[in-house]
Nanobody, 128 residues
Framework: QVELVESGGGSAQAGGSLRLSCTAS?????????MAWFRQAPGKEREGVAA????????TYADSVKGRFTISRDSAKNTLFLQMNDLQPEDTAMYYC????????????????????WGRGTQVTVSS
C-alpha cells in the first residue's frame, strides 16, 4: 500500500506563498500514475485543488486556484509539489495529497472517490 506524507504547511499572510510537498513510499509501478491535492476547510466538503497526470494537458486546476497554484512532480523522487502564490484567507484548509493508478469512468481528476491512497494532511492557514 502506497504511503503518502505531506509537508510544508503553515501560516501565511494574504498575498503570501507556501510550497507543499508530498513524498510517496512503498510505491509500485504505476501506483502513483495520477496524483492530486485536495483540501478541506472546517464544515466544508473536501474539494479537489489540482491534479497531475501523464501526457497532455498534464495538469488540472480548480477554478478557485487557477493562476495562483502550480502542481508539479519529481518522478525520480516520487514527490509531488504544490506551489501556492497569492494566498487568500479562503485558502485556509487542511491539504491532502492523493494518488491512484487509474482513473474511473465518469469521474474526473479532481473527484476524490477514485483516489486509493491518501496522506494525513498538512494545515495551511492564511490570515488577512
Amino acid at each position: 500500500q502506497v504511503e503518502l506524507v505531506e509537508s510544508g504547511g503553515g501560516s501565511a499572510q494574504a498575498g503570501g506563498s507556501l510550497r507543499l510537498s508530498c513524498t510517496a513510499s512503498k510505491v509500485t509501478p504505476m501506483s502513483i500514475k495520477y496524483m492530486a491535492w485536495f483540501r478541506q476547510a472546517p464544515g466544508k466538503e473536501r474539494e479537489g485543488v489540482a491534479a497531475i497526470e501523464p501526457g497532455t494537458p498534464g495538469t488540472t486546476y480548480a477554478d478557485s486556484v487557477k493562476g495562483r497554484f502550480t502542481i508539479s512532480r519529481d518522478s525520480a523522487k516520487n514527490t509531488l509539489f504544490l506551489q501556492m502564490n497569492d494566498l487568500q484567507p479562503e485558502d485556509t484548509a487542511m491539504y491532502y495529497c492523493a494518488a491512484m493508478s487509474r482513473m474511473r469512468f465518469n469521474y474526473g481528476l479532481l473527484d476524490a472517490l477514485p483516489y486509493t491512497s491518501w496522506g494525513r494532511g498538512t494545515q495551511v492557514t492564511v490570515s488577512s
